[in-house]
T-cell receptor, first 115, second 111 residues
Framework: DARVTQTPRHKVTEMGQEVTMRCQPILGHNTVFWYRQTMMQGLELLAYFRNRAPLDDSGMPKDRFSAEMPDATLATLKIQPSEPRDSAVYFC?????????????FGDGTRLSIL | SQQGEEDPQALSIQEGENATMNCSYKTSINNLQWYRQNSGRGLVHLILIRSNEREKHSGRLRVTLDTSKKSSSLLITASRAADTASYFCATDDSGTYKYIFGTGTRLKVLA
């Protein structure tokens, strides 16, 4: 079965360090989403890409977060500098058009702990 | 309260019993989806129901949608220990690409 692959699965680092999370969407999917999941806030949409173009990153703290898709097989989410409040599980999901009425396929996430 | 709130927050039942979870939302939608999340894993799509549908079945899952009440329910029949997970509803933001996920129902099925 085709799957969304996220790396690393776990990351522990000290505050102030740069964190890079990677996602390989399912081949042929042209939409990619980044979510953050915490107990307090639930699942929050951070960014959305369609055909590799960023269409919405209004959910991201702009000063420290950035999301890119260098090519169709790789999406990245970077945090620089990281802060303890960034500790969460970060999920990538991909989907195919039409995006409405289609399910999103999630990776297993990156569990991030900022000390 | 946020779009897509599930009720109850937690549910514990015996194996073989039925489990019912509810989801309420606020805005108009084109469709509503239910997802399952096992501990330490990503969300897995279960079923999608369109706004012009009232009921949909998939195996042991039954989903209903009442757009007049802006609510949906997910029924899992003859539950199994393997059904233990968190269940989320997700609603599209009036046909946009954005899906807003609820807070989830934690289901525990006791063997």
């Amino acid at each position: 079965d085709a799957r969304v692959t996220q790396t690393p699965r776990h990351k522990v680092t000290e505050m102030g360090q740069e964190v890079t999370m990677r996602c390989q969407p399912i081949l042929g999917h042209n939409t990619v989403f980044w979510y953050r999941q915490t107990m307090m806030q639930g699942l929050e949409l951070l960014a959305y890409f369609r055909n590799r173009a960023p269409l919405d990153d209004s959910g991201m703290p702009k000063d420290r977060f950035s999301a890119e898709m260098p090519d169709a097989t790789l999406a990245t989410l970077k945090i620089q500098p990281s802060e303890p409040r960034d500790s969460a599980v970060y999920f990538c999901a991909s989907g195919s058009e039409p995006y409405s009425n289609q399910p999103q396929h999630f990776g297993d996430g990156t569990r991030l702990s900022i000390l | 309260s946020q779009q897509g709130e599930e009720d109850p927050q937690a549910l514990s039942i015996q194996e073989g019993e039925n489990a019912t979870m509810n989801c309420s939302y606020k805005t108009s939608i084109n469709n509503l989806q239910w997802y399952r999340q096992n501990s330490g894993r990503g969300l897995v799509h279960l079923i999608l129901i369109r706004s012009n549908e009232r009921e949909k079945h998939s195996g042991r899952l039954r989903v209903t949608l009442d757009t007049s009440k802006k609510s949906s329910s997910l029924l899992i029949t003859a539950s199994r220990a393997a059904d233990t997970a968190s269940y989320f509803c997700a609603t599209d933001d009036s046909g946009t690409y954005k899906y807003i996920f609820g807070t989830g129902t934690r289901l525990k099925v006791l063997a």
